[in-house]
């Protein structure tokens, strides 16, 4: 298997630890707010088979991996049954937002791991140095090189999914969240518009840099402590 291969190998690995994080949290959250529907399911787990979709799991992170773009997809979604939470309308929103938010944390997690091993390891500190600057150390050699890459791949997944899925735009958490905000009028023109809300994601990442925001911002500032 080529280096390039394994690299992808790597992205999909993160990737799929990544979802089961993001879902694992929704459904953590949805059973301490008085809902155990996905608990009951095995939907609490970092069994990514728990939480596979062929479609939006497999395929489109393999498609985008090869296209060059940032590695996006989704999981099964988590059944959430809000009749049943204790308070529908707080609730939702922390279910909602307990997704994006375990991504930003485990993003938050591979950084000072990554920093810790820049600080007591010379060679580490060689290693995420170049991983700072292009994104692969390669796989060769040490045993560090490997560790840091995947941590590094992790980090940068973890940080397109938590501020993609912030997004408010449908069906992204972004939207639950924002629903539970709006006013009733404004809230039915606003689901109105959800079956368009692909769509309505490939104008807006095509036409204004958002993704250099979302994306390219934050990275560029783990980067920048990963250099220090």
């Not at 609490?44 to 773009?69: C, D, K, M, Q, Y």
Request: aromatic content about 8%.
């Amino acid at each position: 298997m080529t280096e390039s291969s394994l690299l992808l190998v790597f992205s999909l690995l993160a990737f799929l630890f990544s979802i089961s994080i993001h879902e694992s949290a929704h459904a953590l959250v949805a059973d301490r707010c008085g809902d155990p529907t996905a608990r009951d399911l095995g939907r609490i787990s970092l069994n990514p088979l728990r939480h596979i979709e062929l479609w939006g799991t497999i395929l489109v992170p393999v498609l985008t991996a090869f296209s060059g773009l940032p590695m996006i997809g989704w999981a099964k979604p988590t059944p959430v049954d809000t009749s049943r939470l204790r308070n529908p309308r707080r609730d939702n929103i922390l279910v909602s937002a307990a997704g994006p938010a375990s991504n930003l944390l485990t993003a938050l997690a591979c950084l000072l791991l990554l920093l810790a091993l820049r600080a007591f390891s010379s060679e580490g500190a060689t290693i995420v140095e170049q991983l700072s600057f292009v994104g692969s150390a390669g796989l060769q050699g040490s045993a560090l090189n490997p560790l840091a890459t995947l941590l590094y791949r992790l980090l940068t997944i973890s940080v397109i999914l938590g501020m993609f899925n912030l997004l408010p735009v449908p069906p992204l958490d972004g939207s639950h969240i924002l629903g539970q905000l709006l006013p009733a009028p404004v809230l039915g023109l606003y689901r109105a518009a959800a079956p368009f809300g692909f769509l309505i994601l490939l104008v807006v990442f095509w036409y204004t840099p958002l993704d250099q925001w979302l994306f390219d911002r934050p990275m560029r500032w783990c980067n920048s402590l990963l250099r220090l």
